[in-house]
């Protein structure tokens, strides 16, 4: 069974762009959720979509979005790109959420200057 | 409202000696614990889950957890520690709410 995969794998962006990340989750998994990783906040849960409706949300302002296709695939957008954005961004799938384990996947890092 | 919190950010073992990472849970219900791994520059990998049956949970690379509800804990454990266990670890609480809540990490360093 493939894994999770996301792309790009590295992006650089300025400041004011805004860039759209992908994730393809693991077949038949209908969970998808995504992460910001940086080293002073660590690992901060950003949103959570389960077929194709957002379920949980992080407190992360408006700037991020995302949306899941109904293929089960997500992506993720940030707009008007802020230094502090720069980060590693994890996307992990689920069979349903919750209880049942995630799945993670390489994860794209994301550089703004 | 759930919680979680690891207790050590860091902690430095003796390869071949045991390891002990700490992680406290709050939860309203009977909740699901996980210890997820991340090695340097990769993704997240589930170690092991605790999902309300037996309360001593083995999971991969001869990691277990014992899930303790008198004491809210789920602490990791491993008898004896090698080079490549150096990572950092993730404890990660969910309940019937359905939201998933990661502690802070805590950085395993091994002393050759």
């Known amino acids: 069974k493939a894994g999770v995969t996301q792309t790009p794998r590295y992006l650089i962006k300025t400041r004011g762009q805004q860039v759209t990340l992908s994730c393809s989750p693991i077949s038949g998994h209908r969970s998808v959720s995504w992460y910001q990783q940086t080293p002073g906040q660590g690992l901060q849960f950003l949103f959570e979509y389960f077929s194709e409706t957002q379920r949980n949300k992080g407190n992360f302002p408006g700037r991020f979005s995302g949306r899941q296709f109904s293929n089960s695939r997500s992506e993720m957008n940030v707009s008007t790109l802020e230094l502090g954005d720069s980060a590693l961004y994890l996307c992990?799938?689920?069979?349903?959420?919750?209880?049942?384990?995630?799945?993670f996947g390489p994860g794209t890092r994301l550089t703004v200057t | 409202a759930q919680s979680v919190t690891q207790l050590d950010s860091h902690v430095s073992v003796s390869e071949g000696t045991p390891v002990l990472l700490r992680c406290n849970y709050s939860s309203s219900y009977s909740p699901s614990l996980f210890w997820y791994v991340q090695h340097p520059n990769k993704g997240l990998q589930l170690l092991l889950k605790y999902t309300s049956a037996a309360t001593l949970v083995k999971g991969i690379n001869g990691f277990e957890a014992e899930f303790k509800k008198s004491e809210t804990s789920f602490h990791l454990t491993k008898p004896s520690a090698h080079m490549s266990d150096a990572a950092e670890y993730f404890c990660?609480?969910?309940?019937?709410?359905?939201?998933?809540?990661f502690g802070k990490g805590t950085r395993l360093h091994i002393l050759p």
């Open positions: 992990a799938s689920s069979l349903q959420g919750g209880m049942y384990e995630q799945y």
């Open positions: 990660v609480v969910s309940d019937q709410g359905d939201k998933i809540i």
